[in-house]
């Protein structure tokens, strides 16, 4: 039920944002500038249309307040009420580019990112909910660091989404007798974040990157030496919290050591997926462009691996996994609004970067695209800041040849922008697509999971800011 | 009243209309998963959820449901720690860990919850 309302939600969305854009192309003095940020994923759309007033941050600052307070002080009207919220809220700034700003190819640029990143993470969900793996071990630390390291190198493959669905279900089940809120943070920091810096397929911005021109193996040849020790701190820090953590002393179940996995057809439907990832017209001159619709071929393929997998799916594994799509409906409406809603506040980010860029040190971008990256969507941000490092050097992130320049090069900013793009998505629930949905599945097994701030104040700024600050010296302070 | 064992092993069925569910035994519930909520609080202060226990069956409301037909998905259930009445709250070995599934037409099935699936007491 709830998965045909999110179906046709998106279908409705991807109906009306058509319409805009057949409208908005039918306008010779906008047809070009709907065309390029349509194809250009993450350019920065200031350039045709004035920047919007300050005052119109406040809706995505409302929203992101209300995410933080909900659960905690109008928990039943939040649960009730977030999809409405969340559409009104982004409706606002919506009707703001439309009336006051005359400026739809921001609107429909944003529309194509957010179907993008739904048909990603939808399809993923969808597809890893038929696969059913059970570990029959005992859990000890060593176990868990060791799954968490799997995950963090199985992000890599595929992507922070899927290896966090693939593995967040059989990771509690082993903790079943012992289970507390940390493992699941701790989940969220290494599979469902840093763990996918090393291929473009890791993490969206590192996927953007890879189609502006980015080489496929340069991630990992020069973010590898600061993936490997952030990851093994954070594995250290999470076996001092689990060494620490007994479980109950009258644990009589055997075990038999078993690794078991079924859903086979669901692995073909997610090596789909993966695959699909690289059927753009950027990368493929053949891939047919379906400008100005909002929508690629990819995400087509995408919704119907979605819709298949699903169909198909073995229903006695559906049934284990409880499937359902409140986690993506969830994350759907959610970021439908912050999607919008951060429409302004990327343009002015964009506008101060490339006013400032200039005189920005390598472990400012580092910070910068970081800090902001945890609250923000990591994609646009990860191209602000690129193109603002760029442009310091006189070089047009518009051109791959440039880019390649850029990562050759001044390989230090695209290194310190990648990584904070990416590491800081562990910040806060938002930072990430899977954060939210890692959350979800845990809280429906029974899992009380911390809030918002709770979150934030307790795991994320005590454990991940001073890792964070320890890369930052060592590798970005004073240089650049 | 019948026994929680007996209806377990006999899939005898409880039924739902609206946001109200019966069950044909009688327990004490400890905890209850209705999609994102973890219901330990049953009081009247909370608006989650209310139970009531009589003679021959309980009944649970979900306040915040007008119907559960609507919002309940297909492998969706309701999930629960519950104790039989007449038995020691207290010991561990008394919890029981069921779910409840929406079979449509008010039907309701009454399973113990599996090994399979993720279920924290």
Redesign the interface.
């Known amino acids: 039920?709830?998965?045909k309302k999110l179906i046709v939600f998106t279908l409705l969305a991807t109906l009306l944002f058509g319409a805009l854009s057949v409208v908005a192309a039918s306008q010779p003095e906008t047809a070009n500038a709907v065309a390029s940020v349509v194809q250009e994923a993450g350019e920065t759309a200031e350039a045709a249309h004035e920047l919007p007033d300050p005052f119109m941050v406040l809706p995505f600052v409302v929203l992101l307040l209300m995410i933080a307070t909900g659960p905690l002080f109008y928990e039943?009207f939040w649960?009730?009420h977030y999809p409405k919220v969340s559409i009104l809220l982004g409706l606002v700034t919506v009707v703001y580019y439309l009336a006051a700003l005359h400026d739809t190819h921001s609107l429909l640029h944003t529309l194509a990112e957010y179907l993008s990143f739904i048909a990603l993470l939808g399809s993923l969900f969808v597809a890893s909910g038929g696969i059913?793996i059970?570990v029959d071990k005992k859990s000890t630390p060593m176990l868990n660091v060791m799954i968490l390291l799997f995950g963090a190198v199985l992000a890599n493959i595929f992507g922070t989404t899927g290896a966090s669905m693939l593995l967040i279900?059989p990771f509690?089940?082993i903790n079943?007798d012992r289970?507390k809120p940390y493992h699941v943070i701790f989940f969220i920091f290494l599979i469902s974040n840093v763990g996918g810096a090393l291929t473009p397929i890791g993490d969206p911005p590192l996927f953007i990157g890879f189609l502006r021109g980015v080489s496929f193996f340069w991630f990992v040849e020069h973010i590898w030496y600061i993936w490997l020790p952030s990851v093994l701190l954070i594995a250290a820090v999470f076996y001092v919290f689990d060494v620490r953590n007994k479980g109950p002393e009258t644990n009589e179940t055997e075990y038999s050591g078993k690794i078991e996995f079924k859903g086979g057809k669901s692995l073909i439907y997610l090596g789909i997926i993966l695959l699909s990832v690289f059927i753009d017209h950027g990368v493929m001159s053949w891939v047919p462009d379906l400008r100005p619709f909002p929508i690629g071929l990819r995400e087509i393929i995408m919704f119907a691996v979605m819709y298949f997998s699903y169909k198909t799916a073995d229903k006695e594994i559906?049934?284990?996994?409880?499937?359902?799509?409140?986690p993506i409906r969830?994350v759907a409406y959610l970021f439908v609004g912050i999607f919008a809603t951060m429409v302004p506040a990327l343009q002015l980010i964009a506008h101060e970067a490339n006013v400032y860029g200039s005189d920005l040190s390598a472990g400012v971008f580092y910070w910068t695209t970081g800090g902001l990256s945890g609250f923000l969507d990591n994609t646009p941000t990860f191209m602000n800041f690129l193109s603002a490092a760029m442009g310091k050097f006189s070089l047009d992130v518009n051109s791959a040849k440039e880019v390649v320049d850029f990562q050759n090069m001044h390989a230090l900013y695209l290194r310190a922008i990648s990584v904070g793009a990416v590491f800081f998505g562990a910040m806060s629930y938002i930072g990430n697509g899977p954060n939210f949905m890692v959350k979800?599945?845990t809280?429906?097994?029974?899992?009380?999971m911390p809030s918002f701030f709770t979150y934030m104040v307790k795991y994320s700024i005590p454990i991940l800011i001073p890792i964070f600050t320890i890369v930052w010296l060592v590798f970005f302070y004073g240089r650049g | 009243m019948k026994k929680l064992n007996e209806v377990l092993e006999n899939k005898i069925q409880g039924l739902y209309y609206g946001n109200r569910v019966l069950l044909p035994f009688a327990a004490e519930v400890l905890?209850l998963?209705y999609?994102?909520?973890?219901i330990t609080d049953f009081s009247w202060k909370k608006?989650?959820a209310r139970y009531k226990i009589y003679d021959d069956y309980m009944e649970i409301y979900f306040c915040?449901t007008e119907d559960l037909d609507?919002?309940i998905?297909?492998?969706?259930?309701i999930?629960m720690v519950v104790v039989e009445k007449g038995e020691d709250l207290f010991d561990f070995k008394n919890h029981r860990r069921i779910d409840l599934r929406l079979l449509g037409k008010h039907k309701l099935a009454i399973e113990k919850v599996?090994d399979?699936?993720?279920?924290?007491?």
Do not use: P, Q, T
């Not at chain 1, 559906?318 to 409140?326: D, G």
């Not at chain 1, 809280?443 to 009380?448: I, K, Q, T, V, Y």
């Not at chain 2, 998905?73 to 259930?77: A, K, L």
């Not at chain 2, 399979?116 to 007491?121: D, G, N, Q, V």
């Open positions: 039920m709830l998965g039943h649960e009730k059913l059970k279900r509690l089940k079943k289970i559906l049934k284990y996994n409880e499937f359902e799509f409140e969830e979800s599945i809280e429906r097994a029974g899992l009380r | 905890k998963i999609r994102n909520d973890i608006k989650g915040e609507r919002e998905e297909d492998y969706d259930v999930k599996e399979e699936m993720l279920f924290f007491e």
